[in-house]
């Protein structure tokens, strides 16, 4: 048989599901593995991105607010961690607004 006939030739499995055989003996299930990796790894940029956004616009708040606050570790965890310090110390921030104001 031709390699053309190879690359598409289609087997029946024990399940009675058929699959696409290639000439490297790679399977369908390895290719869909390989997609799905790499959506996750897409979207793994995409929230980083994202996180990392976020940070940017709550520093902003911070130094508006004279909230000191340090740069995040470049990671998701990082961003995160930094996101809930910057949430806790700004937590009571309207109380003490409030009180400079009166």
């Known amino acids: 048989t031709s390699r053309v006939r190879l690359a598409t030739e289609i087997v029946a499995s024990n ?3 058929r699959s696409l ?5 790679t399977t369908m299930l390895e290719i869909k593995k390989d997609r799905a990796v790499e959506a996750l790894r897409g979207r793994e940029v995409w ?6 956004s976020c ?6 708040v911070c130094r508006e607010l004279r909230v000191p ?3 995040p570790e470049e990671s998701a965890a990082g961003y995160i961690l930094w996101l809930n310090g910057a949430c806790a110390q700004l937590d009571g921030i309207g109380k ?3 009180e400079a104001l009166k």
């Open 69 to 71: 606050r340090g740069v």
């Open 96 to 98: 003490c607004i409030d």
């Open 21 to 25: 055989r290639w000439p490297n003996s």
């Open 55 to 60: 940070c940017t616009a709550m520093a902003g």
């Open 47 to 52: 929230f980083n991105s994202y996180l990392r």
């Open 15 to 17: 399940t009675g599901r």
